[in-house]
């Protein structure tokens, strides 16, 4: 399990295995993640799209893949932001 991070204030599309080297996107860390995988969306991620987006996660229902809003103070996060 992997936690891949999300936030678009970063001005940078890195890896997504750190804060600072966050995903921009939505659909940069779904690309990324595997199954089992956690993505942490920052509670400062804003994210605009202007055609409707598919995704495909390649999770399972036994060995999902989670998306959750997180704060993103630490890593892998200890509070989560629910929205």
Not at 37 to 51: F, G, K, L, M, Y
Not at 54 to 78: H, K, R
Request: include cysteine.
């Amino acid at each position: 399990m992997a936690y891949i991070y999300v936030r678009s204030t970063n001005g940078t599309d890195g890896d997504g295995l750190t804060w600072a080297t966050a995903r921009t996107t939505l659909m940069a860390a779904v690309g990324q993640a595997l199954a089992g995988d956690v993505i942490c969306v920052s509670q400062s991620h804003n994210e605009t799209t202007a055609v409707v987006q598919t995704y495909n996660f390649a999770g399972t229902p036994t060995n999902p893949v989670l998306v959750i809003s997180c704060q993103d103070s630490t890593e892998p996060p200890t509070t989560y932001a629910p929205r």
